[in-house]
């Protein structure tokens, strides 16, 4: 199953510097733009995108951020600021939902026993899934059905974790490549996609 990367491996400061850039940009792609504007071009974009992406901070760089983030430069880099209203999970639950391209919610509903607007519901918390369905909606993404979604912040990856996003991530790099770059790659993605082993 999917392992956590770029949530689990970098550092709290780096979680919470994501999730604060989120409140006003929920796409990824975008977060760096949006903390180099916030730090009004101090940082510069490809520092922005390091401290998103895992680089450390330096004491300079904490002391700034806290400033603009109206934090204590401890808190920052030491407490999950993302769990302290209790809705990491909810969070998670809306991310996955949300990761179901359109069209294709009814099937994974049903595969996994529940209706499409159920996941309406649990996505804005009416109600709760029961674990046997959350357990068979992680697995539907390729993610560890055991995953403790109380805890680990989905909604803060950077990269694709859902198998769903990462299809359409795939897809649109390869639909953008050039057909002379695609000629190069394809003998590898033929033995790779192959459907008759």
């Known amino acids: 199953m999917q392992a956590m990367e770029g949530i689990s491996d970098v550092s709290q400061c780096c979680r919470n510097l994501r999730w604060?850039?989120?409140?006003?940009c929920q796409d990824?792609?975008?977060?760096?733009?949006e903390l180099n504007k916030l730090t009004r071009t101090y940082l510069g974009f490809s520092r922005a995108y390091g401290l998103l992406a895992g680089v450390d901070a330096k004491p300079d760089e904490i002391r700034m951020l806290s400033e603009i983030f109206k934090v204590e430069p401890?808190?920052?880099?030491?407490?999950?600021?993302?769990?302290r209203d209790g809705s990491v999970?909810?969070?998670?639950?809306?991310?996955l939902i949300e990761s179901?391209?359109?069209?294709?919610k009814d099937k994974v509903a049903k595969s996994i026993g529940v209706t499409a607007p159920q996941f309406s519901r649990w996505a804005n918390g009416e109600i709760k899934p029961r674990k046997k369905n959350l357990r068979l909606l992680l697995k539907m993404h390729g993610i560890d059905p055991d995953l403790d979604l109380t805890t680990v912040?989905?909604?803060?990856?950077?990269?694709p974790l859902s198998g769903f996003q990462q299809r359409a991530w795939v897809t649109s790099r390869v639909q953008d490549l050039p057909a002379a770059e695609i000629a190069k790659i394809y003998p590898a993605l033929r033995k790779i996609l192959r459907y008759d082993d």
Do not use: C, D, K
């Not at 604060?20 to 006003?24: F, I, K, S």
């Not at 999970?89 to 991310?95: I, R």
């Open 74 to 83: 401890e808190e920052l880099v030491t407490v999950p600021l993302y769990s």
């Open 28 to 33: 990824p792609s975008q977060w760096a733009v």
């Open 100 to 104: 179901i391209p359109h069209g294709q």
């Open 153 to 159: 912040p989905l909604f803060l990856s950077m990269e």
């Open 89 to 95: 999970f909810q969070l998670n639950l809306a991310y």
């Open 20 to 24: 604060m850039v989120r409140q006003g």
